[in-house]
């Protein structure tokens, strides 16, 4: 006998879990692509667009792609081949974003922080006072990086960069963050910043963006990795329609992304938004607390200002990450992230992390019912862990 069969709940940090609403709206017939409201629709996605990432002057271009293709997408616009790049890495996505660089040709230097502490504004600064020549052409670094849920402050790295006098761009993968994390793409001196679907934004996976100044565009103009497709130039102002998606729409994706757009902008609003996460996270931190005075489980992240809001990695000793995991989805229907970028799966440590997700579409009930069954697994395997995370959990939530 199973507890599992009923609705599942799918709680890794995305695909994150997609509303009614949204996949109602995805189903219908296809519209046609060439006139009529399909154009409106996707014209009144952009100013939308721009309101969830905080810019008011902000080009947006949208593709059909994942996050790696929003790294393409970033990196093809603004470098040229052998142009230098600032990696800043705290997590797995933090040197994925720096090995697809490099893999495009493009000169690539990394600050690795660990992955569990956020980037260092100092080195960043000390880096860029050593390029006295001004090679480098543009810092990236990650938001919230999804592996190791560090977050790093985005703004002091901006004041950072300037207080070196650099004139590098600064870019900025918010894929684990958007619509979850305060950010503030014009108040922090932003130039390139990117996204997917299937994170916060409540989407399935299937739609890239990214987010430029014009500062970004003029410092890119002479890119030349840039292709006829990754081109962000005519998909954020287009001549013709087709030009937005460089030929055919993602037309039902399209839908679902006006029905996400609606709830998170217009519904609820972006700042509320960014309260909800806050508050979903400082309830499973709570727990996580509770859990750790007695055993070995504890937050990847020490520090509360150094954590994402989006979703939290966990240690625990080996091998009870894994079957924690594997007891929750078997017997309970929720299915909580893998411990990525942490160990390598060949490794014993692989088996000592896991990850909870409270992005998107989230709620009070959701993220206590999962911690009741991530507490029901911890007794049904004899995981030592210290009592009272529920009361905490709960505690936290009703918080002023």
């Not at 799918?10 to 296809?30: F, K, N, Q, T």
């Not at 900025?172 to 958007?178: F, K, Q, Y």
């Not at 305060?182 to 001196?189: H, I, L, P, S, V």
Request: hydrophobic share 50%.
């Amino acid at each position: 006998m199973s507890l599992s069969h009923g609705r599942p709940y799918l709680a890794i940090p995305g695909p994150s879990v997609v509303p009614d609403r949204v996949l109602a709206a995805m189903h219908r017939p296809s519209p046609n692509i060439y006139a009529g409201a399909l154009h409106d629709l996707v014209d009144s996605l952009i100013p939308d667009l721009r309101a969830v990432a905080r810019t008011a002057a902000g080009h947006v271009a949208i593709y059909i792609g994942n996050g790696h293709a929003a790294w393409e997408a970033a990196n093809t616009n603004i470098f040229s081949r052998g142009d230098r790049a600032l990696v800043l890495v705290t997590g797995r996505f933090g040197q994925g974003w720096a090995d697809a660089a490099g893999r495009l040709g493009i000169a690539v230097d990394t600050i690795d922080f660990g992955r569990r502490s956020p980037a260092d504004p100092a080195r960043l600064a000390e880096a860029l006072a050593a390029d006295t020549a001004h090679t480098i052409r543009a810092v990236l670094v990650t938001h919230t990086d999804t592996a190791s849920t560090v977050r790093n402050d985005i703004a002091a790295l901006r004041a950072a960069i300037d207080a070196a006098g650099h004139p590098a761009l600064l870019m900025v993968d918010c894929i684990a963050s958007l619509g979850c994390d305060r950010f503030e793409m014009d108040a922090w001196g932003v130039d390139v910043m990117i996204a997917a679907s299937q994170k916060g934004l409540m989407v399935p996976p299937g739609l890239a963006f990214a987010w430029f100044s014009d500062k970004a565009r003029a410092a890119g103009a002479t890119a030349d990795l840039r292709t006829p497709y990754w081109d962000w130039g005519p998909r954020a102002a287009p001549d013709q329609f087709y030009q937005y998606f460089c030929g055919t729409a993602p037309t039902h994706h399209l839908y679902g992304l006006r029905e996400s757009l609606d709830m998170l902008v217009h519904e609820e609003g972006v700042e509320a938004a960014w309260a909800r996460h806050a508050r979903l996270a400082g309830a499973v931190w709570a727990a996580c607390e509770a859990w750790g005075r007695g055993g070995s489980l504890a937050l990847n992240v020490a520090e509360a200002a150094h954590r994402g809001h989006s979703v939290t990695s966990v240690r625990i000793a080996p091998p009870h990450g894994t079957a924690l995991r594997e007891w929750c989805e078997r017997e309970a229907g929720v299915t909580l992230g893998i411990g990525l970028g942490m160990a390598e799966p060949d490794d014993p440590a692989w088996h000592g992390f896991f990850r909870i997700a409270h992005m998107g579409h989230v709620n009070a009930h959701m993220t206590l019912g999962a911690l009741a069954v991530i507490e029901a697994g911890l007794q049904a395997l004899d995981v030592p862990h210290g009592a009272g995370a529920l009361d905490a959990a709960a505690a936290a939530l009703i918080a002023p």
